[in-house]
């Protein structure tokens, strides 16, 4: 047998190599939760967020999408009434389940992490990363023969989007924010994973409902409040406030602010604000910073 024959039967027998997926990157592994962060080669298409890298906080075992329908999603998620099958067992009328879409985002990366193809990296590797990358801004300042406007209506242009192309023309200037828990709860992760992943000063949107147990999480989260989680919803706002906490709430139909509250400036249907360019949702990072609670429209 030649040595040419022995080397095609290798190859031949050889495990393959996957493909990786360049788009997103696994910063944490323990137990049973993992964190992906997405959306390193294509902006996010998400109209609200805007281009930010998105976190996905999930358990290891099972789809994100599979693990809310048995209520297994408790694990990344807390005590969040607006859990699906909270909801659909003990929810009143009004009530509404969580409006995260398990399946377009974090269950598509769950798969790519579960069938090998996601690479691993610090929290604080990542945060280099991310430092050297710019936002896409929308609207096109010189033509590159893609439609940016899939970041206002949500729809993503048929040749793709790679973030290299807008990069090319120097028309992204912008810093790239973070946005923690996309889908899962950041206080199911050790604070140090974000702390480490933010080290290079990014924008962040963060909430959590476990800010009555982990009151470390006000330097860098919104205390979440919602009337299905805190019946009490004014009671819940003072205590978070007395934790120093700063709050993120969904108004019920028909109420209004607080006076100590502002409206989500994305939240006007003619608003061209979007959490990438706002930055009003990260706790108390700033030490200055007004105890000023954030609310969006009820969700119908």
Wanted: charged share 25%; proline share 6%; with cysteine.
């Amino acid at each position: 047998m030649t040595t040419a024959t022995l080397t095609e039967k290798q190859a031949a027998s050889a495990p393959q190599l996957k493909k990786l997926n360049k788009n997103t990157v696994c910063i944490y592994h323990h137990d049973n939760v993992i964190v992906l962060a997405t959306g390193l080669e294509r902006p996010s298409i998400n109209s609200k967020t805007g281009d930010m890298i998105q976190t996905y906080i999930m358990r290891a075992d099972i789809a994100p999408d599979e693990a809310a329908k048995i209520g297994l999603d408790e694990t990344v998620c807390g005590s969040c009434a607006l859990r699906p099958l909270l909801v659909k067992l003990y929810g009143k009328t009004g009530d509404v389940p969580c409006y995260v879409d398990k399946v377009r985002g974090p269950a598509g990366a769950w798969h790519s992490w579960n069938n090998g193809r996601v690479e691993y990296m610090t929290p604080a590797e990542l945060s280099d990363i991310i430092a050297d990358k710019k936002t896409c801004p929308g609207l096109c300042l010189d033509t590159c023969k893609l439609d940016h406007d899939h970041l206002y209506e949500n729809t993503y242009p048929k040749n793709g989007h790679a973030r290299k192309t807008c990069e090319k023309l120097n028309h992204c200037t912008t810093p790239l924010g973070i946005r923690d828990g996309a889908y899962g709860d950041p206080g199911t992760v050790p604070i140090e994973v974000w702390q480490q992943l933010h080290a290079n000063g990014a924008k962040r949107t963060s909430y959590t409902h476990q800010w009555q147990t982990k009151p470390e999480l006000k330097t860098m989260a919104m205390a979440s409040i919602d009337s299905q989680t805190f019946p009490d919803v004014d009671k819940a706002i003072e205590e978070a406030k007395a934790m120093g906490f700063r709050w993120y709430r969904m108004l019920k139909t028909g109420e209004t602010l607080r006076p100590d509250e502002i409206m989500c400036p994305e939240a006007p249907k003619d608003s061209s604000v979007q959490c990438a360019t706002c930055g009003l949702c990260d706790g108390m990072k700033f030490e200055n910073r007004k105890q000023i609670g954030i609310a969006i429209p009820a969700i119908t």
